[in-house]
């Protein structure tokens, strides 16, 4: 069972990037899954939650109208599509399976850095 994040990087204020979860060894279709970050000192904020029939059920008030969580199952992959970049996004991001508000298993982790 495995959960590997790519797509991060360094961005300017404003820009994009799209994040994306291939899973391996399971099914993600059979699980809801969430994107977490956890920023340098901080704890883990919960920033998406999508559920197995596809629909986004949470977003963190300081993503909602810029992220879009959302689930290819043919591709068994997870993304999340980060519009409006601010620098208060910067963080270590992580897909995870989840359960009500247990994380079940993660990956390692994709870093996003938006700076100037």
């Known amino acids: 069972v495995q959960l590997v994040e790519s797509g991060g990087g360094m961005v300017q204020p404003g820009g994009s990037l799209r994040l994306s979860c291939a899973a391996s060894g399971f099914t993600i279709s059979d699980y809801d899954m969430s994107w977490v970050r956890q920023a340098p000192g901080e704890g883990p904020e919960w920033v998406s939650v999508?559920?197995?029939?596809?629909?986004?059920?949470y977003y963190a008030d300081s993503v909602k109208g810029r992220f879009t969580i959302s689930r290819d199952n043919a591709e068994n992959t997870l993304y999340l599509q980060m519009n409006s970049l601010k620098p208060e996004d910067t963080a270590l991001y992580y897909c995870?399976?989840?359960?009500?508000?247990?994380?079940?298993?993660r990956g390692q982790g994709t870093q996003v850095t938006v700076s100037s």
């Open positions: 995870a399976t989840v359960q009500a508000t247990q994380i079940l298993g």
């Open positions: 999508i559920n197995t029939g596809g629909d986004p059920t």
